[in-house]
C-alpha cells in the first residue's frame, strides 16, 4: 500500500474549494487509518456482535461514493446489487470481508473516489442531482456536505480500530 498525502484544508476559500478539500481530507484520513496493516489486520473486527472492519469502511464508502455520485447525481441506473451487497445480503459490504481481496477492495474504493471526482469537477453547488433522494431533489452541496459528514463519523470509527490493532492514534 502506498504512503497517502494528505493536505489539509484552507483556511480561506470559496465554498466549493472548501467542500471539496474537506471531502478529499477525509477521504485520505480513511487511507491513513489503513495504511502499514496486513489485509488480516485490515479484516480485523471491533468487537461482537458487530462486523465493523477497517476493510469493511472501505468496501462500505466505495459504495457510498458511487450512490451519491453515480446513482444521485449523475442519474446512473445502478440495478439492485452494490459492489458488495445485494438484497439478500444487505451488510455484505461489512459482513463479507474474511475473503475479500484486500488490494481490489481498496482498488473499488479509489475507483469510485474518481468517479466521484469526474461527476462533481466543474458543477455548480447547486446543481440538482438527476434522481430523488426519499422523493426529493437533492443538490451537489448536500451531497458534499453528506459526505464530508459520512466519512468524518466512519474516520472516528476508523481511528478506533486502529487502535485496537495496534495502538496508533492520531488524526
Keep these: 500500500m502506498t504512503t497517502t498525502s494528505r493536505i489539509d484544508p484552507p483556511f480561506a476559500a470559496d465554498e466549493s474549494t ?4 474537506w471531502l478529499d481530507y477525509h477521504r485520505a484520513t480513511l487511507a491513513v487509518k489503513c495504511e502499514g496493516l496486513t489485509d488480516d489486520q485490515l479484516r480485523e ?29 449523475d442519474g446512473v441506473e445502478l440495478g439492485e ?15 463479507n470481508v474474511a475473503g475479500a481481496d484486500v488490494a481490489a477492495d481498496f482498488a473499488a474504493w479509489r475507483e469510485q473516489v474518481e468517479l466521484a471526482r469526474a461527476s462533481a469537477a466543474g458543477l455548480p453547488l447547486e446543481t440538482v442531482g438527476k434522481a430523488l433522494r426519499r422523493g426529493e431533489e437533492v443538490t ?3 451531497i458534499l456536505v453528506h459526505m464530508i459528514e459520512e466519512y468524518a463519523r466512519h474516520n472516528g470509527h476508523a481511528d478506533l ?3 485496537r490493532i495496534d495502538g496508533a492514534t492520531g488524526e
Excluded at 48 to 69: C, I, K, N, T
Excluded at 90 to 95: A, I, K, L, N, V
Design 161 to 163: 480500530l486502529r487502535e
Design 18 to 21: 472548501m467542500l471539496h478539500s
Design 81 to 95: 446489487q452494490g459492489l458488495y451487497w445485494t438484497k439478500e445480503d444487505p451488510d455484505g459490504d461489512f459482513d
Design 45 to 73: 473486527r471491533s468487537v461482537e456482535p458487530s462486523s465493523l472492519s477497517l476493510l469493511g469502511l472501505v468496501r462500505h464508502m466505495a459504495e457510498v461514493e458511487r450512490h451519491w455520485f453515480q446513482a444521485v447525481l
Design 140 to 142: 451537489l452541496r448536500w
